[in-house]
């Protein structure tokens, strides 16, 4: 089975400086990896994904992923970290399920802090 | 207008209950799904339905029945209530149930055990 891992419960940053929110996977065959952000009280939102094609994926609110295959990680960054970014990423992974259809496994979710 | 919407967004019931979440999406996806996030806000998919039909089904207790009465419709039915149950449920939809398409997820209803 896919899986991914979110190695860090929780990140602190100043406002203004980067971030970074890291995430490994661990799948057989080609991955399909998803960031959604939650923000409190809210549904989780979509960010970003690779599917295929160039390792830097852009996506919304200035988040970009890098995609590694060599080092199979998936990490998520920002160039400049806004109070607003603070929030709850899960990165995701697709997998197969026993009925043969997609699903998403999600990660454990890494709580970002950014600091005025 | 809500692309997906639950109701009821807070539920707190007595153990054994028998109790519904409704939920809608306007986005014209073919695609659903169920998910639990436990307190440790662990997320888990527990059901999809793709045009009305079950695709996905979990290891989910069967006191929990999702029904789909049209593509844009997805409840969660959840019988005898148990504590464990307590959890924040999410529904989902995707246009289709092809693995890259996002899924766009409505705000969570907190359910609560007494």
């Known amino acids: 089975a896919q899986s991914v891992a979110q190695p860090e419960d929780q990140v602190n940053v100043a406002e203004g400086n980067p971030l970074t929110v890291k995430c490994t996977y661990s799948?057989?065959?080609?991955?399909?990896l998803f960031w959604y952000v939650q923000y409190p009280n809210r549904g989780l939102q979509f960010l970003l994904k690779y599917i295929t094609g160039d390792n830097l994926v852009k996506g919304s609110y200035g988040f970009e992923a890098e995609f590694n295959k060599s080092q199979t990680s998936f990490h998520l960054k920002k160039p400049s970290a806004l109070v607003s970014d603070s929030a709850l990423y899960f990165c995701a992974v697709r997998d197969l399920g026993r009925d043969s259809s997609y699903k998403l496994i999600f990660g454990s979710g890494t709580r970002l802090l950014v600091r005025p | 207008d809500t692309a997906v919407s639950q109701t009821p967004k807070y539920l707190v019931t007595q153990m054994g209950n028998d109790k519904s979440i409704k939920c809608e999406q306007n986005l014209g996806h073919d695609t659903m799904y169920w998910y639990k996030q436990d307190s440790k806000k662990f997320l888990k998919i527990m059901f999809s339905y793709n045009n009305k039909e079950l695709i996905i089904n979990e290891t989910v207790p069967n006191r929990f029945s999702p029904k789909s009465p049209d593509k844009a419709h997805l409840n969660l039915h959840i019988n005898s209530l148990e504590l464990g149950d307590s959890a924040v449920y999410f529904c989902a939809s995707s246009q289709d149930a092809s693995s890259y398409n996002e899924q766009f997820f409505g705000p969570g209803t907190r359910l609560t055990v007494l």
């Open positions: 799948v057989s065959g080609n991955p399909y």
